[in-house]
């Protein structure tokens, strides 16, 4: 059993309206030393594997094929023990 | 003429499809997306609009999975004309069908309302019966229109023609609802027989019901 954890945000350079909108969120509650926000979701995984070199290349093409639309989004994979 | 309309679970908008293609006088089918094939007398196949699979994880992201999804794109590489509409639109980025892809609208609200677009480029068979700057008045209905594509595949969709439509107010000036790159509404592949456009001609065949500026744009379908 392995616990997987996929990050997906957008591109940098994609504007982030969500982002921009805690931001000014923030702001507006007085929070004046942020430069910036990115909003992204996190998908958690649970994976009946022990081969740490596996489960990386099965949630990578899990990423490139469903997980993040690669046109507009990055991720990020951290494996949990 | 056969008009074949594809609708996955939470799909909402294959019976106005449906309705307007009958309406121009084309025979319909509605494709359950569990089939494996298109139908073989399909002129033109329509991924409707709607909510397929509840826009989980992203628009359009799970239904390019679904069964029916490779015969749709072994028919579009082999030259069958599709068309798609709103969640369609999004279905088809998805699947890389058409450049780019949508996000959020940029004022995070769902828009729903008529909008003026103006025509871009006619050199293909779907916009050829308007006239390059024809401002037509359609609804659009969608949380995730904002198209977006980087520099250059943007410059690639302008030199190839491939940009057909972009919002606009009604004199045919720039008005961006959503923040789309440029105010890019609707595009087509580079073989011109994939389509796709956010607004819903669908719902514009009645002047009664606001606008009946889709006709001339579904129209163009209609060629035998």
């Known amino acids: 059993m392995m616990k997987v954890i996929v990050n997906v945000f957008l591109k940098a350079g994609v504007l982030d309206s969500q982002g921009k909108a805690v931001y000014h969120a923030l702001e507006s509650l007085h929070f004046d030393n942020i430069s910036d926000v990115r909003v992204g979701k996190q998908i958690v995984l649970n994976l009946d594997e022990s081969d740490e070199t596996k489960a990386m290349a099965d949630v990578t093409k899990m990423c490139e094929e469903l997980l993040a639309n690669t046109v507009i989004e990055d991720y990020n994979i951290e494996l949990v023990k | ?224």
């Open chain 2, 1 to 224: 003429m056969k008009v074949t309309i594809l609708q996955f679970p939470g799909t909402n908008c294959e019976y106005d499809a449906q309705y307007a293609f009958e309406k121009l006088g084309a025979k319909t089918e509605i494709l359950w997306h569990k089939s494996q094939s298109v139908p073989a007398d399909t002129d033109l196949l329509v991924v409707a609009g709607g909510f397929s699979y509840g826009d989980y994880l992203r628009s359009g992201a799970i239904a390019k999975f679904s069964p029916v999804m490779k015969a749709v794109t072994a028919y579009a590489k082999s030259g069958g004309k599709v068309l798609g509409i709103c969640n369609g639109f999004q279905v088809l980025t998805e699947a890389r069908l058409l450049p780019g892809a949508l996000k959020r609208n940029e004022s995070l609200h769902f828009i729903s309302k008529h909008h003026h677009l103006k025509v871009i480029s006619n050199d293909n068979i779907f916009l050829e019966k308007l006239d390059n700057s024809d401002v037509v008045n359609i609804p659009i209905a969608h949380h995730d229109g904002n198209y977006y594509i980087d520099q250059n595949g943007l410059k690639e969709l302008y030199d190839n023609n491939q940009v057909l439509l972009k919002y606009c107010d009604a004199n045919g000036d720039d008005k961006n609802p959503n923040g789309s790159v440029d105010s890019i509404a609707g595009i087509c592949n580079k073989e011109r027989n994939v389509f796709g456009l956010m607004p819903h001609p669908e719902r514009a065949m009645e002047s009664l019901l606001g606008s009946s500026d889709g006709i001339k744009m579904l129209q163009g379908f209609l060629k035998a």
